[in-house]
């Protein structure tokens, strides 16, 4: 910047020469586009959050629903849906299972949701759920008494399963 300098009657005034103004414009310019970039790996990573904190919550409503009735149905657990219908196809947690087709369908609340034998998948739903059971747990002798459970949470639910990001969510359930 230039300052003003005073020579008899004339006086210049302070201002900035054009490369100054050029060079600030281009700084400018440079740190906007680093900010914009970085709103697209932003967006992902609150969606993908969202989609991780939902699974969390649809896990724990299927055990919650599985560890209140296995005292009193350890052979035949129904799921209550979120609209009061009960699951028609029973879980029996005294064997073991392990589907190819989701058991329940999850929406963007949490809600669960029975699948139909005439669609297998879950379209128009957030996340498949997948129920496995193992009845071999360590340190129970009775396989009767006590089950490895692993939900599957998967997304997108109407993506093929090689295009679905998924978490395993494990837990004993026992009758006592």
Same mark, same amino acid.
């Given at each position: 910047?230039?300052?003003?300098?005073? %020579?008899?009657? &004339?006086?210049?005034?302070?201002?900035?020469?054009? /490369?100054?103004?050029? #060079?600030? +414009?281009?700084?400018? !310019?440079?740190?906007?586009?680093?900010?914009?970039?970085?709103?697209?790996?932003?967006?992902?990573?609150?969606?993908?959050?969202?989609?991780?904190?939902?699974?969390?919550?649809?896990?724990?409503?299927?055990?919650?629903?599985?560890?209140?009735?296995?005292?009193?149905?350890? %052979?035949?657990? &129904?799921?209550?849906?979120?609209?009061?219908?009960? /699951?028609?196809?029973? #879980?029996? +947690?005294?064997?073991? !299972?392990?589907?190819?087709?989701?058991?329940?369908?999850?929406?963007?609340?949490?809600?669960?949701?029975?699948?139909?034998?005439?669609?297998?998948?879950?379209?128009?739903?957030?996340?498949?759920?997948?129920?496995?059971?193992?009845?071999?747990?360590?340190?129970?002798?009775?396989?009767?008494?006590?089950?490895?459970?692993?939900?599957?949470?998967?997304?997108?639910?109407?993506?093929?399963?090689?295009?679905?990001?998924?978490?395993?969510?494990?837990?004993?359930?026992?009758?006592?």
């Amino acid at each position: 910047m230039k300052r003003a300098t005073v %020579s008899g009657q &004339r006086a210049r005034t302070r201002s900035f020469s054009l /490369l100054e103004v050029v #060079i600030a +414009l281009g700084v400018i !310019s440079v740190g906007i586009v680093g900010i914009l970039a970085v709103f697209p790996t932003a967006l992902q990573t609150g969606h993908a959050a969202q989609d991780e904190t939902r699974a969390a919550h649809i896990a724990q409503s299927v055990f919650g629903s599985l560890v209140a009735q296995a005292p009193s149905q350890f %052979s035949n657990v &129904r799921f209550l849906l979120s609209d009061g219908v009960t /699951l028609s196809p029973s #879980i029996n +947690l005294t064997a073991s !299972s392990s589907p190819t087709t989701p058991s329940l369908c999850g929406d963007n609340d949490g809600k669960l949701v029975q699948t139909s034998p005439e669609i297998p998948y879950c379209p128009g739903y957030s996340h498949a759920i997948y129920i496995y059971t193992n009845n071999t747990v360590p340190g129970f002798t009775d396989p009767a008494s006590a089950n490895q459970v692993t939900v599957r949470v998967a997304w997108p639910a109407s993506a093929p399963a090689a295009n679905q990001t998924f978490r395993d969510y494990v837990r004993i359930v026992s009758k006592y």
